[in-house]
């Protein structure tokens, strides 16, 4: 009787081992279900991604406004008619001359890029 225990509990054993660690076992599933979890999360990130490419890609198209904002802060451009104004903060002191007597301060009557980080070149309408 003991003998014959023992070879059901072993076919049980054998019979189980598939469902849990075989090419499709729980086990297998779980991983693949945590590994749809991540891909998903990347596609939704790329998706996100793609809709705002494609969002400045149609404002490019149809609108002159992102072109000009791109030729403002990019490029440093300003429109015919502009007169181009630049704020000097008083606490910071000019540049020094260099040896050749040059100094490092803008040409005046002559734009300068202006920085998109920081307000001192800005384009003024007349």
């Not at 225990?5 to 729980?26: C, E, H, R, S």
């Amino acid at each position: 009787m003991r003998i014959i225990t023992l070879v059901f509990a072993a076919l049980v054993v054998l019979i189980q081992y598939p469902l849990w660690f075989g090419k499709g076992g729980w086990m297998r599933v779980h991983q693949l279900e945590r590994q749809v979890q991540a891909q998903e999360q990347t596609n939704s990130q790329l998706k996100a991604r793609n809709d705002q490419l494609d969002a400045e890609v149609q404002d490019l198209k149809e609108g002159a406004g992102a072109i000009e904002e791109r030729a403002r802060y990019e490029l440093g451009m300003i429109k015919d008619g502009e007169i181009f104004v630049q704020i000097v903060d008083p606490s910071k002191s000019p540049p020094a001359p260099s040896r050749d007597g040059v100094s490092g301060a803008p040409t005046p009557g002559v734009p300068a890029a202006s920085n998109p980080a920081s307000p001192q070149g800005l384009p003024v309408h007349p």
